[in-house]
């Protein structure tokens, strides 16, 4: 059985921060606190094991449960050249088949810039660093909670 594979949390400034490593650099974007949907979390697990596994760079998760009707994470990494995303994808697929998640739905991997995942709960997405910097969705996810037009 593989590694478990276990991102940090710190408490700051009101926000359960995630920090997840990649290549000795280390981002924390805000997480939701409060959820324990057990499937979803083994789904995260096998994710983030099989990017590892693949080399992906820069692996950020996103809780966005509560956020937005489409899953319950979001996963952003990066590969070094179409061929290497292309490739982290095809051994993702494969992993969250042989895991038993099913079949997930599959955007780009043809062209291999940016390659979108859905297994319903996780949402991941891998990108060539140019892509990556230029779209960059980790900003619009990351951004504070609006409430009635102020900023929390």
Not at 2 to 18: C, D, I, N, Q
Not at 22 to 38: E, H
Request: with cysteine.
């Amino acid at each position: 059985m593989r590694e478990s594979y276990r991102a940090g949390s710190v408490k700051w400034k009101g926000f359960t921060l995630t920090t997840v490593h990649a290549k000795g650099s280390a981002r924390a974007l805000p997480k939701s606190a409060g959820r324990g949907d057990d499937a979803a979390e083994r789904a995260l697990q096998a994710v983030l094991v099989s990017l590892e596994d693949s080399k992906a760079e820069d692996i950020v998760t996103i809780d966005i449960a509560g956020k937005s009707a489409l899953g319950d994470y979001m996963v952003v990494a990066s590969g070094r050249s179409n061929r290497h995303v292309a490739a982290i994808c095809d051994h993702l697929i494969t992993d969250l088949k042989d895991e038993g998640f099913g079949s997930a739905r599959v955007e780009g991997l043809e062209t291999g810039d940016w390659v979108l995942i859905d297994t319903g709960d996780i949402i991941v997405h891998v990108f060539r660093p140019e892509v990556r910097e230029f779209y960059n969705i980790e900003k619009m996810w990351a951004a504070p909670d609006m409430e009635e037009g102020t900023l929390h």
